[in-house]
């Protein structure tokens, strides 16, 4: 196992176009990140396997998107207004501002050291303001959303009704949430700007134990199927005292990042807490109508919601491996296939255009189904070690004798291995390796 450092892991995230610090050239916004070429592709591929996973391959879940600005009503029903709020206190001697909750030593200020400085804990809501429309007051104040749960909620009934969903199903939803988090950090870990991937699973309230175990399980082996260690995985089911306003029970997905144990995932038994409350403060009745035993009632939900940004930079440092080759350092990115921002990159061996054109015939060709990479520069051994940071599972490499033979040699990034492969069998042969 390489332990790699969050410093080794932002540098590349850098260096190869993942991940860049927003508004760099003015000098950076704490706590805002821009994917790059590499890292949009990677965080797409990652929302696409919970996409697929979760609404695609099934029968019981359907997809929603939601508005990022709701009316400020749903966050007084959902009780965030009120109650989403998180310790902060104040180092009198230095001035930083720290979350209670997260700090080792509650006495100790992380910034200056001292200890006692701390005024007295204060609740600080999260949610981001702003006005809708020109008047900027009280009456047109909204928040952006800080979780993109609520949006299912409100739209229980209408995807109900509009797609005869019938008890047990679900409704999942992929989208940026807010949070003004007081103490943001370790790169993209806490952000004040993220994407999350959830889903809202609405069941009898008898069966609830039975889909929050059944979703915890699912939840995750959907890691390890994409190649994250177990090793470096853990459940951690949450104190009593650390619940949700709207939980009862919570068990954490957690993740060996750098710096030690943290969460990826929570998977929350929501109870019928929401659509009670959004029924209590809109006038409309959302409980389910069971037309076989003629019952209304409020359904349970089981929460699964996980970080699309955060669970896109436990990918990376999965992935992340340095190993001795030749006396050298080797950096790969041991990426799941579905996960690579390139599946394969074209490398024709010289720059001359005889090679060049093979070459390109090849990208056009195998890009009918995958993102491709032709890659020209510098020698053949460069430009493999670029493709192994890079995490591209395949390289096919264009020599004088394709001219020939009208035949490519593949090198599989993980084993070095190389083989020979006919031109006109490329396809079918990466698709036998990469197709899912
Ligand atoms: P914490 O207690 O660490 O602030 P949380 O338990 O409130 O987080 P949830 O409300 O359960 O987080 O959010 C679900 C998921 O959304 C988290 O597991 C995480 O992956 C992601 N997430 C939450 N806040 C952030 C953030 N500030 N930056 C990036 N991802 C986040």
Avoid at 100 to 129: I, V, Y
Avoid at 281 to 310: C, K, M, W
Avoid at 341 to 366: G, M, Q, R, W
């Amino acid at each position: 196992m390489t332990q790699v450092t969050l410093e080794t892991i932002s540098n590349l995230a850098k260096k190869r176009g993942f991940v860049f610090q927003s508004s760099e050239i003015y000098g950076g916004i704490r706590s805002a990140y821009d994917y790059g070429p590499l890292g949009v592709e990677l965080l797409r591929n990652v929302k696409e396997q919970w996409w697929r996973s979760l609404v695609q391959q099934r029968d019981d879940v359907v997809g929603l998107d939601s508005a990022i600005i709701q009316a400020r009503a749903v966050w007084r029903a959902s009780g965030h207004e009120e109650v989403f709020t998180d310790p902060m206190v104040e180092c009198r001697n230095c001035n930083t501002r720290h979350r209670l909750d997260k700090l080792e030593d509650p006495e100790q200020c992380p910034s200056c050291g001292k200890r006692g400085t701390f005024t007295e804990p204060r609740q600080f809501n999260l949610m981001f303001k702003t006005h809708m429309g020109p008047v900027e007051d009280e009456d047109n104040l909204v928040y952006l959303r800080p979780e993109t749960a609520q949006g299912i909620f409100i739209n229980f009934e209408n995807v109900r009704r509009s797609n005869r969903m019938k008890l047990p199903f679900g409704i999942a939803q992929i989208g940026k949430s807010f949070r003004n988090e007081i103490t943001p950090g370790q790169f993209v870990f806490r952000t004040r700007e993220f994407e999350q991937m959830e889903m809202e699973f609405f069941c009898r309230p008898e069966e609830a134990d039975e889909w929050f175990n059944y979703w915890v399980e699912h939840r995750f082996s959907w890691y390890t199927d994409l190649g994250i260690d177990p090793d470096k995985l853990r459940l951690r089911p949450h104190d009593a005292d650390e619940l949700s306003h709207y939980s009862a029970g919570t068990s954490d997905i957690e993740f060996l990042f750098p710096w030690g144990w943290d969460e990826l995932e929570g998977i929350a038994n929501r109870t019928d807490y929401d659509l009670k409350q959004h029924t209590e403060h809109s006038g409309e009745d959302l409980r389910y109508f069971d037309q076989e035993t003629n019952e209304r009632f409020f359904p349970y939900v089981i929460e699964p919601a996980a970080g699309a940004t955060r669970t896109t930079f436990a990918f990376l440092i999965d992935a992340y491996t340095e190993e001795e080759v030749n006396e050298e350092t080797r950096v790969v990115l041991r990426l799941d296939p579905r996960l690579a921002p390139y599946k394969a990159a074209v490398l024709p061996l010289s720059k001359k255009p005889e090679l060049i054109e093979p070459a390109e015939k090849i990208a056009t060709e195998l890009r009918r189904k995958w993102m491709i990479e032709v890659d020209t520069t510098q020698s053949i051994g460069r430009r493999y070690r670029r493709q192994d940071e890079i995490g591209t599972p395949y390289c096919v490499t264009v020599d004088f004798d394709t001219l020939e033979d009208h035949a490519v040699t593949v090198r599989d990034r993980d084993s070095m291995a190389q083989e020979r492969v006919s031109t006109d069998r490329l396809l079918e042969y990466l698709s036998g390796l990469l197709d899912r």
